[in-house]
């Protein structure tokens, strides 16, 4: 079995940057795209950012192009979410996503078989 890990959230003023991490670790299993996701209270959960296996392709949601980079190390088997120039909109739990059997990054959470636990994110104005 696979997990995911998430750990890098926490409060920031507008304008302020973080830096997501999230970890996989177990047995047996290829996590192939990951992504990142959020979900603010009251709202379904939205794709934030995608990256395939080798790294060298990423889709982005509109809302945070330009202020977010997501990369990946697969020695360390770790996928990060550098996020810059944040804004009171980007308050959310942020969850790490992969895939068992997709290569290119997908903004669908159906496509996504594993799941983080989630990390806050909290943005003042």
């Known amino acids: 079995q696979l997990q995911l890990v998430e750990s890098g959230g926490g409060s920031v003023q507008a304008g302020g940057s973080l830096r997501l991490a999230c970890a996989a670790s177990?047995?047996?299993?290829?996590?192939?795209?990951m992504g990142w996701f959020r979900q603010a209270p009251g709202k379904e959960r939205e794709f934030v950012a995608g990256?395939?296996?080798?790294?060298?392709?990423?889709i982005y949601a509109d809302s945070v192009k330009g202020r977010f980079t997501i990369s990946r190390d697969n020695a360390e088997n770790t996928v990060y979410l550098q996020m810059n120039s944040l804004k009171p909109e980007d308050t959310a739990v942020y969850y790490c996503a992969g895939s068992s059997n997709v290569v290119v990054p997908i903004a669908s959470t159906s496509s996504y078989d594993y799941w983080g636990q989630g990390t806050q994110v909290t943005v003042s104005s």
């Open positions: 177990g047995r047996g299993v290829s996590i192939y795209a």
């Open positions: 990256i395939s296996r080798s790294g060298g392709s990423k």
